[in-house]
């Protein structure tokens, strides 16, 4: 049983480190470290406009850039579900 309570300890743990702090108002709820820079500005952007807050759609970005162009619409998509 001694394994079985460690194990748990540890994997308590691990679920605790990857926790973020509290996210700022315009900041997504989400861990997008591994994006690029344009991908999570327009996440943060397209999840600011499902919430009805500040964000906007850059629409010339939108037409020259492809990773801003996703993050909005998976942003305003998943922002917008919650």
Do not use: I
């Amino acid at each position: 049983m001694r394994g079985g309570r460690a194990l748990a300890v540890v994997a308590m743990l691990a679920a605790c480190g990857c926790a973020q702090a509290p996210a700022t108002a315009s900041a997504p709820h989400v861990n997008l470290s591994g994006y690029p820079l344009g991908f999570r500005e327009g996440y943060a952007d397209g999840c600011n406009s499902a919430h009805g807050k500040s964000g906007y759609q850059d629409t010339a970005r939108m037409r020259k850039d492809k990773f801003y162009a996703q993050g909005y619409r998976d942003g305003l998509d998943n922002c917008g579900r919650r």
